[in-house]
């Protein structure tokens, strides 16, 4: 098994171009993708980034992407 790719909210900030701050506004909103906490510490997967990503892709301005 390889080991799991985990983010800072600051690494996630960066790979996403917003502030860290943003982040921590998602966290709280649950706009963002999935974390884990392991006490305080707030951690991202590569998997639950991807597919975040992945469900922000759109065709053009006026899609709202999937339908929940």
Avoid: C, H, Q
């Amino acid at each position: 098994n390889l080991p799991r790719t985990l983010f800072f909210s600051s690494l996630l900030a960066e790979r996403l171009n917003v502030s860290v701050r943003t982040i921590r506004k998602w966290r709280l909103t649950g706009g963002g993708p999935r974390f884990r906490k392991f006490g305080s510490a707030v951690r991202y997967s590569l998997v639950d980034l991807e597919a975040f990503e992945e469900a922000a892709v759109r065709m053009s301005t006026s899609d709202l992407g999937p339908v929940k």
